[in-house]
């Protein structure tokens, strides 16, 4: 099976601006969960989706957003971009009860 | 409540051996490890569960202690190929999908 895929693997912003980063889960897999990792916070939960609902919530203001599509891929969204979310974004799908996180090679997103 | 990783590093010769714990604060379902080589994505090593039971990787092993909400990663005679810093997440329910991960311990393995 194919792994999961995010697009694009790269992205340079200014402050201000709203980013779209995309993710394809593992066929089959129906649970997708968007993780931030900064140096000095480590990895951080953002969100989850199974089935286009949002199931959890991490600890981020509302300008962090996401949503699901019936194909299960997953689109995140940060809007009014600050120099702090400068960060690795990286998207996990998973299945079955035990919840074990296949990740994709994530986003380098740079705000200038 | 972010589970508690020691050691932060660890320097270690091929064959050694290395234990990396992952502590918590509140009672757990299942801890997760995840190990992530420079410049990639997580990958996932192992889950232990309330219970016992484990699933994962075979030339790994670990331990979780549930009385202490405590996990135990084991490395034996570590190849350079264990290099890498290492995750623990922790799930504090059964069905719950909030994975909240630990700041990571880096594992360097040196000839």
């Known amino acids: 099976k194919a792994g999961v895929t995010q697009t694009p693997r790269y992205l340079i912003k200014t402050r201000g601006q709203q980013v779209t980063l995309s993710c394809s889960p593992i066929s089959g897999h129906r649970s997708v969960s968007w993780y931030q990792q900064t140096p000095g916070q480590g990895l951080q939960f953002l969100f989850e989706?199974?089935?286009?609902?949002?199931?959890n919530k991490g600890n981020f203001p509302g300008r962090f957003s996401g949503r699901q599509f019936s194909n299960s891929r997953s689109e995140m969204n940060v809007s009014t971009l600050e120099l702090g979310d400068s960060a690795l974004y990286l998207c996990?799908?998973?299945?079955?009860?035990?919840?074990?996180?296949?990740f994709g090679p994530g986003t380098r997103l740079t705000v200038l | 409540q972010q589970p508690v990783q020691s050691p932060q590093a660890v320097i270690l010769r091929e064959g050694e051996d290395a234990v990396i714990n992952c502590s918590s604060s509140?009672?757990?379902?299942?801890v997760h490890w995840y190990r992530q080589k420079h410049g990639e994505a997580p990958v996932f090593l192992m889950i232990?569960?309330?219970?016992?039971e484990q699933k994962g990787h075979d030339k790994i092993s670990a331990s979780f202690n549930e009385k202490k909400q405590q996990s135990s990663l084991y490395l034996t005679a570590s190849q350079l190929s264990y290099s890498g810093t290492y995750f623990c997440?922790?799930?504090?329910?059964?069905?719950?999908?909030?994975?909240?991960f630990g700041q990571g311990t880096r594992l360097t393995i040196n000839p």
């Open positions: 232990l569960l309330k219970g016992g």
């Open positions: 509140k009672a757990l379902y299942s």
């Open positions: 997440g922790t799930l504090l329910v059964q069905g719950a999908q909030k994975l909240v």
């Open positions: 996990a799908s998973s299945f079955g009860q035990y919840n074990e996180q296949f």
């Open positions: 989706y199974f089935s286009e609902t949002q199931r």
